[in-house]
């Protein structure tokens, strides 16, 4: 892989979110370490799945990398633009090749305006079209996501869930962006929906070549539709390889126990399959624990875990992993761990 073929890249990006007390004079107290030192890059046309439990910083990373919610510290790089450097006007413009699919169809779409209107706001903010071409290219999208081109001039609360998350694709897709950041697109949908929306995100992507940062937690869905997965704990990245090696060959414990809760559609494979049941809670955000954030939960935590933090390594070509006890037994296979 070249520079030419990474599209985005991320570096030891940081969000804190602050923890403030008091009324007329607000002293901060603490913080939520909501992501904490993130890389990893996404290639031109590549779909990089983020996985992980609620509340490890998924949907945070993804808004973080479009500037929704400005880094504390790090770097994001698109192309060779660092998004985190750009205020005001520059970063509008940039808004145009990244936009973004939010998690829920019925919170995301503004009620009081049409569906021609909340299509067509982007091609308006950016001066993209005017006029009668406003309303064309609204047609045009709506038809795209599969729905019908009359339906420009009715209100959100018409549709049902599964259509308005095809009128927030519709939106994301105006403005010709490059990257498209899908926060859980399809958690809030029935199961019978959430095919449809999948298979045309990826009609989509064949048709311009789209790139997608797919943040999920369904992990069989994960394994349809992306390229690599990323899985995600408690603010940091533990192991990140294609989707092929981290089904078949996870070496993280984490990871393990992830997939081991996932049904296989086999009732003799699966009667043979070992649960990895993960003891504990996910501890605070606001206090992580030393050295390895994972080790409070962990099958095979030592001393080490406690004291150092597991350096980001690659253990085969393409498969990095944030462990200590990974490289000993890597070639055995994760079940070895």
Partial sequence: ???????????????????????????????????????????????LGL??????????????????????????????????????EELRKMRQHMQMIFQDPYASLNPR????????????????????????????????VGLNA???????????????????????????PKLIVCDEPISALDVSIQAQVVNLLEDLQKQFGLTYLFIAHDLSMVRHICDRVAVMYLGIIVELTNQKELYYNPLHPYTQALLSAVPIPDPVVEEQRRRIILEGDVPSPVNPPSGCRFRTRCRIAETICAEQKPEWREIVPGHF?????????????????
């Fill in 51 to 88: 996985v992980g439990e609620s509340g490890c910083g998924k949907s945070t990373t993804g808004r973080t990398i479009l500037q929704l919610y400005r880094p504390t510290a790090g770097s994001v790089f698109f192309g060779d633009v660092d998004l985190v450097k750009l205020k005001g």
């Fill in 113 to 144: 305006m049409t569906v021609g209107e909340i299509v067509g706001e982007p091609l308006i903010i950016h001066n993209m079209a005017r006029g009668k071409e406003i309303q064309e290219r609204v047609e045009n999208l709506l038809e795209l």
């Fill in 150 to 176: 009359a339906f420009s001039n009715r209100y959100p609360h018409e549709f049902s869930g599964g259509q308005r998350q095809r009128i927030g694709v519709a939106r994301a897709l105006a403005l010709q």
């Fill in 1 to 47: 892989m070249t520079a030419n073929d990474v599209l985005l890249r991320v570096d030891n990006l940081v969000k804190y979110f602050p923890i403030t007390q008091g009324i007329i004079i607000q002293k901060q107290i603490g913080a939520v370490h909501a992501v904490d030192g993130v890389s990893f890059d996404i290639r031109k046309g590549e779909t």
């Fill in 321 to 337: 992993v944030a462990c200590h006890k990974v490289g000993i037994s890597a070639n055995k296979g994760g079940d070895e761990l």
